[in-house]
C-alpha cells in the first residue's frame, strides 16, 4: 500500500512552508496597515470600510471562486500525466468564463453602485467606494485563475509571491497617498484605502501574468511559443489537431467549460448562499446596534473595531492553518483516488491534533496579552475587551478550517457546505434577537456558538471517516 511521506521533498511541506513565510509576512504588514487606518480615519471609517466586503465576497462568488477551484482540480490530474497542453487549455478556457462574468459584475456594481448602497448595504457613503472596487474585479479574476493553475501544478510559490506583491503595493500606495495629502494640506478620506484596494489588485495581477508566460516558455517547445497568442494553435490544441478548423476550436473548448461548469457551478452556487448570508450578517450588525440604543455613528464605530480591529488579530494566527488547508485539498484527493486510506486517516488525526494545539497556544496567548494589545495597537480598550472574547474561537476556528478543507477533498462539498449554513443560520439567530438585547456581546456569544457547532459537526463527520478507513485498511 502506498503512504505519502512527510519530507521536505513533500510537496504538502514545501508549499506550506512557502505560504505560511508569506502569509505571516502578508499578514504581518496587513495587520500594521489595519492598526494606521484606525488611527487616521476613526473607528467609524474603518466600519465603513468593512461594510464593502460583502460585495467584493459575493462578486468573487460569482465570478471566480469555483472557476479557480475548478481549473486546480483538472489542471492538477492533466499536469500529473504531463499533458501540459490540455493543462493550458483548461487555464485558457476557464479565464475567458471568469473574465466574461467579471466584466458583467463590475458594469452592474459600478452603474448601480447608489442603488447598492443604500439598498443592501443600508450606507449611502459606501457608493463612491463601491465604484471603485468595481474596477478591481476583472483583476482579481485574472490572477485567480492563474493562481488556480499554480496551485494545481503545486507550485505555490507563485500564489505566494502574487499575495506578497498585492498588499505591500497596496499599502505602499495608500501610505504615499496620506502624506501626499497632508503635504498639501489635504484632509485623507477612506476612499484612498479602495484605491489602495485597486493597485495592490494590478500588482497581483502582474505578477501572476508574468509567471503564466514563463511557465509557458519553459514547459513548451519554441515553435509553440511562437505560435501561443492564437487560441487555435497547436499550443491550446490537442496534439493531433496541428492545424485545426475553427469548428474544432469550438468543439474542444466547448467541452473543456462543460467540465469546468459541471464543477464550478455547484461550488460557487454553495459559496454564493454562505456569501449571502455572511453579507446579511456583517451588513445588519450597524443596524441591530441601532435597535440596541446606540446611534448611527456609534454603531459604526463598534463594528468597526470588531471587524477592522480585533478580528484581524484574532485571525493572525490562522496563516499557518489556511496555507496547509489550501494544500491538503489536493493531497487528500490524490490520495483518497489512489486507496490510501491509511494517509487520509493519517491527515484527518493529525489535522486535529495540531489545530488543537495550536488554537489553546494562541488562546492562552490573547488571554494573557489581548487587553494590553487593544490598548497598544489601537488606543481602545473596547478592542482589547473583543480580543479577550475572541480568543476563545481559536481551536474552534482552526479545527474547522482544516477538517473542511480535507472533507472537500475527500469529495463531501455538499456535506461541508450544509455545515456552514447551519452555523451562518445560528449567527443570525444572534444578530437578529441577541444583539437587539445584550449589543454586541449577544454577537460574539453567536460567533462562539456557531463556529463550536461547525467544528462539532466536521469533527463528527472527519472522524467517521476515519473510522472507515481503518476498517477498509484491516481488510485489505
Not at 471566480?64 to 481549473?71: C, D, L, Y
Not at 504615499?176 to 494590478?202: M, N
Not at 496563516?319 to 494517509?343: F, H, K, M, R, Y
Request: net charge positive.
Amino acid at each position: 500500500m502506498k503512504s505519502l511521506k512527510i519530507t521536505w521533498k513533500n510537496p504538502l511541506i514545501t508549499g506550506t512552508a512557502i505560504l505560511t513565510l508569506t502569509g505571516l509576512v502578508s499578514r504581518f504588514i496587513g495587520f500594521f496597515y489595519r492598526v494606521f487606518l484606525s488611527n487616521v480615519f476613526g473607528a467609524e471609517g474603518m466600519g465603513i470600510y468593512q461594510l464593502i466586503s460583502p460585495v467584493l465576497a459575493l462578486s468573487f462568488s460569482l465570478t471566480v471562486s469555483g472557476i479557480q477551484t475548478a481549473i486546480s482540480k483538472y489542471v492538477a490530474s492533466e499536469t500529473s500525466t504531463r499533458d501540459y497542453r490540455s493543462s493550458f487549455r483548461t487555464l485558457w478556457a476557464g479565464f475567458l468564463l471568469a473574465m466574461l462574468l467579471s466584466a458583467v459584475c463590475a458594469s452592474v456594481i459600478y452603474l448601480y453602485a447608489d442603488q447598492i448602497a443604500v439598498t443592501f448595504l443600508l450606507e449611502e457613503r459606501t457608493a463612491p467606494l463601491l465604484r471603485i472596487i468595481a474596477l478591481s474585479i476583472p483583476m482579481a479574476s485574472v490572477h485567480s485563475c492563474i493562481n488556480g493553475y499554480f496551485y494545481g501544478i503545486r507550485k505555490t510559490a507563485i500564489p505566494a509571491f502574487s499575495q506578497l506583491a498585492e498588499q505591500v503595493c497596496r499599502v505602499g500606495s495608500v501610505y504615499l497617498i496620506y502624506f501626499i495629502c497632508k503635504r498639501h494640506g489635504l484632509t485623507p478620506t477612506i476612499s484612498f484605502a479602495v484605491v489602495g484596494l485597486v493597485i495592490g489588485e494590478s500588482a497581483s495581477m502582474i505578477v501572476s501574468v508574468v509567471a503564466i508566460l514563463a511557465r509557458a516558455h519553459h514547459v513548451f517547445p519554441a515553435r509553440d511559443r511562437r505560435r501561443m497568442p492564437s487560441v487555435n494553435r497547436p499550443l491550446l490544441l490537442p496534439q493531433s489537431q496541428a492545424s485545426p478548423s475553427f469548428s474544432s476550436v469550438i468543439t474542444v473548448y466547448r467541452r473543456i467549460t462543460g467540465q469546468l461548469l459541471q464543477l464550478a457551478v455547484p461550488l460557487s452556487a454553495n459559496r454564493l448562499i454562505l456569501n449571502l448570508l455572511q453579507s446579511v450578517e456583517a451588513i445588519y450588525i450597524p443596524n441591530r446596534l441601532m435597535a440596541y440604543g446606540l446611534n448611527n455613528a456609534d454603531a459604526l464605530g463598534v463594528y468597526g473595531v470588531l471587524t477592522g480591529m480585533s478580528l484581524p488579530l484574532i485571525l493572525f494566527p490562522s496563516a499557518v492553518t489556511n496555507s496547509i488547508s489550501v494544500l491538503l485539498l489536493p493531497v487528500v484527493s490524490e490520495a483518497d483516488a489512489n486507496g490510501n486510506q491509511a494517509a487520509v486517516k493519517r491527515a484527518i488525526l493529525a489535522s486535529i491534533r495540531s489545530c488543537l494545539l495550536l488554537g489553546f497556544l494562541c488562546t492562552a496567548m490573547f488571554l494573557l496579552f489581548g487587553r494590553m494589545a487593544g490598548r497598544l495597537l489601537y488606543g481602545s480598550e473596547l478592542a482589547g475587551s473583543f480580543i479577550l472574547t475572541l480568543s476563545f474561537l481559536c481551536p474552534f476556528m482552526y479545527i474547522a478550517s482544516m477538517l473542511n478543507s480535507i472533507l472537500n477533498g475527500l469529495g463531501k462539498t455538499i456535506q461541508t457546505f450544509l455545515f456552514s449554513v447551519v452555523s451562518l443560520l445560528l449567527r443570525l439567530l444572534f444578530v437578529f434577537f441577541a444583539i437587539p438585547r445584550f449589543g454586541i456581546q449577544g454577537y460574539l456569544w453567536g460567533m462562539l456558538a456557531s463556529q463550536m457547532l461547525q467544528t462539532l459537526l466536521c469533527t463528527v463527520s472527519a472522524l467517521h471517516i476515519s473510522r472507515k478507513a481503518h476498517s477498509a485498511t484491516c481488510h485489505s
